[in-house]
């Protein structure tokens, strides 16, 4: 079972940079791929970027390909988003998720996802 718990969120400014941490207290982190969500007020979920359990693939949402880095530490069962050069329309509260299946090749948005974190809130001011 995987119990994700989000860290690093805050206020900064745009232009600024935070580091996200997504640690997990189960035993099926390592097999388990791993994605970052968003969810501003009024707004739709959003994928932000999902790792395979290896890490050998990463993919990103359009609105943050460039600015952030997925990675992931399986010795420590975390997972990092490295988040740079962040736009007010980055604000919205982060979740972590791992995957139901283990060692999948790819993750995507539609990727079902059967762990979640209670969030973080990142804030990004003008």
């Known amino acids: 079972q995987v119990r994700l718990v989000e860290s690093g969120g805050g206020l900064v400014q745009a232009g600024g940079s935070l580091k996200l941490s997504c640690v997990d207290s189960?035993?099926?982190?390592?097999?388990?791929?791993v994605a970052w969500f968003r969810q501003a007020p009024g707004k739709k979920r959003e994928f932000v970027a999902g790792?395979?359990?290896?890490?050998?693939?990463?993919n990103y949402g359009d609105s943050v390909h460039g600015r952030f880095t997925l990675s992931r530490d399986n010795a420590k069962n975390t997972a990092y988003l490295q988040m740079n050069s962040l736009k007010p329309d980055d604000t919205a509260v982060y979740y972590c998720?791992?995957?139901?299946?283990?060692?999948?090749?790819?993750?995507?948005?539609?990727?079902?996802?059967?762990?979640w974190g209670q969030g973080t809130q990142v804030a990004v001011s003008s």
């Open positions: 790792i395979t359990w290896n890490g050998a693939s990463t």
């Open positions: 189960g035993r099926s982190f390592s097999v388990a791929a």
């Open positions: 998720a791992a995957s139901r299946r283990p060692y999948l090749a790819g993750v995507y948005p539609t990727t079902g996802f059967g762990s």
